[in-house]
């Protein structure tokens, strides 16, 4: 077995040979249509499909998106897009006209956004026509000039072409090669994943950004903060904040409701990470529907309860006191558990205690009361900072500073419920005119001044924070990612190629075979697998020796490998050279 030198390679036989390795568009020499509007838009369809203007939009997608991430979104944080607008008077009203606080709704979003879905489309149809057309086909025959082939080996064989053709297609086909008999010759092909690959890799795209789109459009996200024993409806006044797509209507929301039953937290007692939580789950009841049945489970820290496409997640935990408030008349006025937020690591909390309605003071005059509130799961004593030492409820105290007078709640304004307006407030004094602030343990009480009323600190009960996202086509676009990993893999590491067989009888009627193998793109693993091929073939027909006409005349004369039929034929090159 021989290999000869590819001399100077045609490539316009190539290019010929080779054109349909890939499913991707010729790329013609740019001429401007005549005049006139199917010519215009032909052109303008022709550039906008191409791939050149679909990597151009998918880089423009991703600097578009970058404001999204740097400036305040009116859609995530209202309060702070009106920071951003107090603070810049300049660059805020020129972000408003630009879009840059709604980028992902914005019209020039939105245009890349539909573009660059267009430009996917009118590349991957046509595309996947054609691959579909190849698959339906079989690899094209033998060219005419094997020799020309990037990879090319031969030798002379005394097997009839026939054989040498059938041996020839069954190695192929066990290699998985895609083989059929073309006239004299045996033409194969493998390596169809590529395509398959970058084909599954556009249409992964395709569908990423159909989920992004229907997403954010129709997507929903809320907060509630629940305290232990209440409970929740997935209706829109129930929520504390909430925020949606610009598509998203009330009758969205998926129709469930739970009750807050218990919260277990857990912390590291010693060591470097003290205080830091082992355990955060909450134990609820749940049911589906208005008539649906109810089931318990709970919910921890990544692990949400999953009801339709929602889940509702654990966020958030602190504590909140229990107090009773009596007027000056014993009346009781107020009697609940109070949520405080937390400050720091070790849950110190703060908060507010309103009484709107029904209080009066020791005179018996109607009165609004406030009362500052300020909680340490764990006192550590007077000679402590007067902040927590631990998050558990080893020894709670409750600070109260008590005011009254004018809440402000009925001007109009907006008010959180843990801070209180002081503007209109007065602050109870004691005897010697000093404010009057307490610090109580579970069960005692605090006597307001001139008869105005107590307070007692009953209990605490705990609280957590429960956030409730609603985002259709999530699933779809991971499932889109994952395509796009394994399809950009496969158009990555998968080489098509080609491989041909010729058997011929020749002059002498010695049979010449012939192989040559094309690849899309220049690989060592064209040559070393035509050598592997033609090691199988030559194992069926092997190398016949040359006609010599002087006969050695003794037989214990060693061989010459250049004429032994058993000899092992020569490694094919990647440029089909002699060695």
């Known amino acids: 077995m021989t290999t000869t030198d590819s001399g100077k390679r045609d490539d316009s036989d190539l290019d010929v040979v080779g054109s349909r390795l890939s499913t991707a568009p010729q790329e013609d020499t740019l001429n401007v249509p005549q005049l006139g509007v199917i010519g215009w838009a032909r052109w303008f369809w022709r550039q906008l499909?191409?791939?050149?203007?679909?990597?151009?939009?998918?880089?423009?997608?991703?600097?578009?998106?970058?404001?999204?991430?740097?400036?305040?979104?009116?859609?995530?944080?209202?309060?702070?897009?009106?920071?951003?607008?107090?603070?810049?008077?300049?660059?805020?009203?020129?972000?408003?006209?630009?879009?840059?606080?709604?980028?992902?709704?914005?019209?020039?979003?939105?245009?890349?956004?539909?573009?660059l879905f267009i430009s996917l489309i009118g590349c991957i149809v046509p595309r996947t026509w054609q691959f579909v057309g190849q698959l339906r086909g079989r690899p094209p025959g033998a060219p005419k000039r094997l020799t020309r082939m990037p990879a090319y080996a031969t030798w002379r064989t005394e097997a009839s072409p026939e054989q040498v053709r059938e041996v020839a297609l069954k190695a192929l086909k066990r290699r998985r090669f895609r083989a059929h008999v073309a006239g004299d010759a045996v033409a194969a092909e493998k390596g169809y994943l590529r395509e398959t690959g970058n084909l599954a890799f556009h249409l992964a795209l395709i569908v990423m950004l159909i989920?992004?789109?229907?997403?954010?459009?129709?997507?929903?996200?809320?907060?509630?903060?629940?305290?232990?024993?209440?409970?929740?409806?997935?209706?829109?006044?129930?929520?504390?904040?909430?925020?949606?797509?610009?598509?998203?209507?009330?009758?969205?929301?998926?129709?469930?409701?739970?009750?807050?039953?218990?919260?277990?937290?857990?912390?590291?007692?010693?060591?470097?990470?003290?205080?830091?939580?082992?355990?955060?789950?909450?134990?609820v009841v749940y049911a589906v529907g208005a008539d649906g049945k109810e089931k318990t489970t709970r919910i921890e820290v990544n692990k949400p309860l999953e009801i339709d496409d929602s889940k509702v997640y654990l966020v958030s935990h602190g504590y909140a006191p229990v107090i009773t408030i009596k007027d000056g008349r014993g009346k009781v006025v107020f009697e609940d558990a109070v949520p405080l937020l937390p400050l720091d690591a070790n849950v110190t909390s703060t908060g507010a205690i309103k009484v709107m309605d029904g209080y009066r003071d020791g005179k018996g005059k109607w009165d609004q009361l406030g009362i500052q509130a300020f909680f340490l799961p764990t006192y550590g004593g007077k000679d402590s900072a007067v902040v927590s030492q631990f998050p558990a409820l080893l020894n709670p105290r409750?600070?109260?500073?008590?005011?009254?007078?004018?809440?402000?709640?009925?001007?109009?304004?907006?008010?959180?419920?843990?801070?209180?307006?002081?503007?209109?407030?007065?602050?109870?004094?004691?005897?010697?005119?000093?404010?009057?602030?307490?610090?109580?343990?579970?069960?005692?009480?605090?006597?307001?001044?001139?008869?105005?009323?107590?307070?007692?600190?009953?209990?605490?009960?705990?609280?957590?924070?429960?956030?409730?996202?609603?985002?259709?086509?999530?699933?779809?676009?991971?499932?889109?990612?994952?395509?796009?990993?394994?399809?950009?893999?496969?158009?990555?590491?998968?080489?098509?190629?080609?491989?041909?067989?010729?058997?011929?009888?020749?002059?002498?009627?010695?049979?010449?075979?012939?192989?040559?193998?094309?690849?899309?793109?220049?690989?060592?693993?064209v040559p070393e697998e035509l050598g592997d091929l033609a090691g199988v073939i030559h194992d069926e027909a092997p190398t016949a020796p040359d006609p010599d006409p002087d006969v050695d005349p003794d037989p214990d004369t060693d061989p010459d490998p250049d004429t032994d039929p058993d000899s092992e034929p020569p490694v094919v090159t990647a440029e089909g050279a002699e060695k």
Do not use: C
């Open 398 to 525: 409750l600070n109260l500073t008590p005011y009254h007078g004018d809440l402000r709640v009925n001007g109009g304004l907006p008010q959180s419920v843990y801070q209180l307006n002081k503007s209109k407030l007065k602050a109870f004094r004691d005897d010697k005119g000093a404010q009057v602030r307490e610090n109580l343990e579970i069960g005692e009480s605090m006597t307001l001044p001139n008869g105005a009323g107590t307070v007692t600190f009953d209990g605490v009960k705990e609280w957590a924070g429960f956030q409730v996202t609603q985002q259709p086509g999530s699933g779809w676009a991971l499932g889109g990612a994952i395509t796009a990993i394994l399809g950009l893999a496969g158009s990555l590491f998968i080489q098509r190629r080609r491989v041909w067989v010729r058997a011929v009888a020749g002059p002498d009627g010695v049979t010449v075979v012939e192989m040559a193998g094309l690849g899309r793109s220049e690989s060592a693993k």
């Open 211 to 283: 989920a992004f789109a229907w997403g954010q459009l129709y997507k929903s996200e809320g907060n509630k903060l629940i305290v232990e024993g209440d409970g929740f409806s997935n209706v829109l006044p129930q929520y504390d904040d909430f925020k949606s797509g610009n598509l998203f209507s009330a009758d969205d929301l998926n129709p469930f409701s739970f009750d807050l039953k218990n919260f277990r937290g857990t912390y590291e007692t010693s060591g470097p990470n003290k205080g830091t939580p082992r355990i955060y789950e909450a134990s």
């Open 49 to 115: 499909t191409s791939m050149r203007v679909a990597l151009l939009l998918l880089f423009l997608l991703s600097l578009a998106a970058i404001p999204g991430s740097l400036i305040p979104q009116s859609g995530q944080d209202e309060t702070r897009v009106a920071d951003f607008m107090k603070r810049h008077d300049t660059l805020g009203p020129i972000y408003e006209k630009l879009g840059l606080f709604h980028v992902y709704s914005s019209v020039w979003f939105s245009s890349i956004y539909i573009l």
